[in-house]
């Protein structure tokens, strides 16, 4: 009888290229899992995404209602003074012009359908981060690249891992959206607008935006290996360092260059172009003095913006894994 054995040189050969990459990836979630960050993190995504559904919801009702009523123009709009028909028909047309019931639909099944997404974009970067800041906080590292000595392909891992944590979070607040969304619209009798294109790409491109969140979140975790640091900066860049250049913005626009484009640029902070990415209309982002509005580019600008934030990020987390000593 004859045994087949393996080569010896083909063994070592094999193993030296370390686990596949689907065992990394589940080594990757299984390191997340076993902190105690995880449940905390998923618990305050539920929070806000329920506090985001309530506001929503609320604002959505008081547009809808004004819409279905009217007020009395004469009193709104001429302090109960007699107009002419002309002027009241005017001033009547003015307001049904902003407050057409068919867009106010729309825009908020948009708002009410991706609640959560202000703050669950904050929760997954975070994410991402602790993925490569466990790895040094727990002292994992060494073993980690030991095991798996191609270090491109634990980067990989990292990536898919954060890919798959932010479209569960997509999932588990989306669900819940859709589900207190439709019981919202059902008893404000309402089309819940989920047959409309614009709503419906507002719901799908919320997806790539947890995930190329979490892509920012790795190479936050790549720049700052502590795990508490990391986390208070991203949360205060997050929170803080958007509305604090947006205000550049706005200084910009009112103080030197008072042109439409400034404002416009603001669709490059990655905050702004996740909420143009996902609005079902264009976004406005000021009022001039005269009233008229200065709206964002389009949602796809936005989509570019943050696929060029997450290539940017996941360059700097591979660069940073790559060379960086892991002692």
Known sequence: MTVL????????ASNSAGPTLGRLVNGELLKLRT???WWILG????????LALLLNGFLAHDEIFQAKHPPDFAQEFFGGQVPSQQELADAEANWRADHVLSDILVRSAANIFTSGQFFGLMIVMLFGALMVTNEYHHQTATTTFLGAPRRERVIAAKVAAAAIVAAIVWLVTTVLDLGVGTIFFSTEHESNSLDVSTVQRAIG???????LWALLGLGLGALIRHQIASTLIGTGLYLIGGQIAQLIFILVYTLWIKAD????AMVALPAMASTVMISANRVAVWT??????????????GALVLIGYGIIATGIGTLFIRKRDIS
């Open 288 to 301: 001039t003095e005269d009233g008229s509005a200065i709206y964002a580019p389009p949602w796809w600008v």
């Open 5 to 12: 054995t393996q080569d010896p040189s083909t063994q070592v």
């Open 43 to 50: 618990l305050c995504a539920l929070v806000a995404t329920v």
């Open 261 to 264: 484009w400034v404002m416009q």
């Open 205 to 211: 491109m919320n997806l790539p935006a947890y995930m």
């Open 35 to 37: 902190t105690s960050l």
